[in-house]
């Protein structure tokens, strides 16, 4: 499925492309974006559609069936057990498979017990920075300061919703309730509506992810906004030598 065909915006609906998928072709339009069940058939679809040379999977470490050039692992420090008891879906020693790790808690340090299977792995690390708010059917952006000092309503359905109020609390934001639904959640014209009571005229705050997926009477409303959200890394030339040195290596 083409998300994006990488000379316009998505040219699909968030409702059939996910929501990821979609915001990943609306903030990248020159670059195809595909979506598939099997990877494998996903990447021969993009070579023979759009005769890419490069292909970048998203949550593809365990699909083995295709061969990477590089393994780019990311790290948030936090990491525990394997699923059903944490949330790895490998044990530590899968990290020996990797070729870059890339921390996206600086702050925290890398835990012994995944430290023994990095070894002298290159280690990046990169940190999530709001940079603007999304308003209005034509997603027009403003400042975050807009809001700094002044109370908001948070409403999120992502993997991480700690990092969303966190981050809004960092810019000065006074969060008075945070709605948390399980990721990818679709929400229905009913529970918007009682959101938007429930937030009494105050900011209503979203994250992108889920802007995109929402219908256009909740997006044209004046106190409603999407919290944008890039990543940066801190080492940036040092992740592209790393990744420069992999490539060259096999090649």
Same mark, same amino acid.
């Given at each position: 499925? #083409?998300?994006g065909d990488g000379t316009s915006l998505p040219v699909i609906d968030p409702s059939v492309s996910g929501d990821e998928p979609y915001l990943m072709a609306t903030r990248l339009p020159d670059v195809p974006v595909l979506v598939a069940r099997r990877r494998m058939e996903g990447v021969q679809a993009a070579k023979r559609l759009f005769a890419i040379d490069v292909a970048v999977l998203d949550d593809g470490f365990q699909h083995l069936e295709l061969k990477? =050039? #590089? =393994?780019i692992v990311l790290l948030n420090g936090y990491e525990d057990r394997m699923f059903p008891l944490g949330c790895l879906r490998e044990p530590f020693s899968a990290l020996m498979r990797a070729h870059i790790i890339v921390m996206s808690s600086p702050e925290t340090a890398?835990? $012994?017990a995944v430290r023994r299977?990095?070894? =002298?792995?290159? #280690?990046c690390n990169c940190r999530q920075v709001a940079t603007g708010l999304v308003t209005g059917l034509a997603s027009a952006t403003s400042a975050t300061d807009r809001y700094a000092g002044r109370e908001v309503l948070l409403a999120s359905a992502i993997a991480n919703p700690d990092r969303f109020r966190s981050i809004a609390a960092q810019l000065g934001w006074k969060p008075v309730e945070h709605l948390v639904f399980?990721?990818?959640?679709?929400f229905t014209d009913e529970e918007l509506k009682r959101m938007l009571d429930r937030a009494r005229g105050i900011?209503?705050?979203v994250t992108e992810k889920d802007w995109v997926k929402l219908p256009a009477w909740f997006r044209e409303k004046d106190q409603v906004a999407a919290l944008r959200i890039d990543v940066t890394l801190e080492d940036e =030339? $040092?992740?592209i030598e790393a990744v420069l040195k992999r490539v060259t290596a096999i090649s």
């Open positions: 499925m #083409v998300a990477r =050039d #590089v =393994d890398i835990p $012994a299977y990095i070894r =002298d792995k290159p #280690v399980q990721d990818h959640h679709k900011p209503f705050i =030339d $040092a992740f």
